[in-house]
């Protein structure tokens, strides 16, 4: 069935120091990724997201990057700080009003100062 | 705006017993969805609404486990009878039209079973 696997599981980085975070998913037909950030004892909320028509989007120190070929997509985190620390998760979803979407279990970043 | 909003927030029952939990979404927004969050792990997609029609159920335990979204705005998910497996934050979540839309979540509630 249709799954997103995510990693690593866990990521710690020094401060100012870059973070990736990587997923995988098995539909090919998935054509939208967001990104969520949940920070301890919080709800999730959307960071960045990209849809299939490009490979790159940047926003300030946040990056996405997708391979549809190899179907994978990543996440980049430059000048990490504290409050970068958080779980990230990444998704799948096929962009049609009868699509569902798919979490990947989720990165717990860590920024050691 | 205002946000997706839960209740409640917190809730402690037996095994066997019945636990309902109520969700009010983002005015105007299509879809809602239902996520069981276990610690630890990512949420677990449990049903997706479009208006009042199901979109995707598959991963909800339909023994135990019922939603309904009448009039397509508030919705309520139901467990009956839990089990201790059950223990979780249930988050919904809405977006204005599809999955491809930003999902907004609520503060979700957070269920022991003992």
């Known amino acids: 069935g249709e799954n997103v696997e995510q990693h690593p599981s866990t990521l710690s980085v020094q401060e100012g120091d870059s973070a990736v975070i990587k997923c995988t998913y098995s539909?090919?037909?998935?054509?939208?990724f967001p990104w969520y950030k949940q920070e301890l004892g919080k709800r999730p909320q959307l960071i960045i997201d990209?849809?299939?028509?490009?490979g790159e989007k940047k926003d300030q120190r946040i990056a996405v990057t997708l391979n549809k070929t190899a179907k994978h997509f990543s996440l980049h985190i430059t000048e990490t700080q504290p409050e970068d620390s958080a779980v990230y998760f990444c998704?799948?979803?096929?962009?049609?009003?009868?699509?569902?979407?798919?979490f990947g279990s989720g990165t717990r970043l860590s920024i050691r100062p | 705006e205002a946000g997706v909003a839960q209740s409640p927030r917190y809730k402690i029952i037996e095994k066997r017993q019945s636990v309902a939990f109520w969700c009010n979404p983002i005015?105007?927004?299509?879809?809602l969805y239902w996520y069981q969050q276990i610690l630890g792990q990512g949420p677990k997609l449990l049903i997706q609404?479009?208006?009042?029609?199901?979109?995707?159920d598959s991963q909800l335990p339909k023994d135990r486990f019922s939603a309904e979204r009448l009039k397509g705005v508030d919705s309520t998910l139901k467990i009956q009878p839990a089990k201790l497996e059950d223990s979780a934050v249930y988050l919904c979540?809405?977006?204005?039209?599809?999955?491809?839309?930003?999902?907004?979540f609520g503060p979700g509630t957070r269920l022991t079973v003992l």
């Open positions: 990209i849809r299939s028509n490009v």
């Open positions: 005015s105007g927004h299509a879809t």
């Open positions: 539909d090919s037909a998935s054509n939208y």
């Open positions: 609404f479009q208006n009042n029609g199901v979109v995707d």
């Open positions: 979540a809405s977006s204005f039209a599809d999955s491809t839309d930003t999902q907004y």
């Open positions: 998704a799948a979803s096929k962009g049609s009003s009868a699509s569902k979407i798919i």
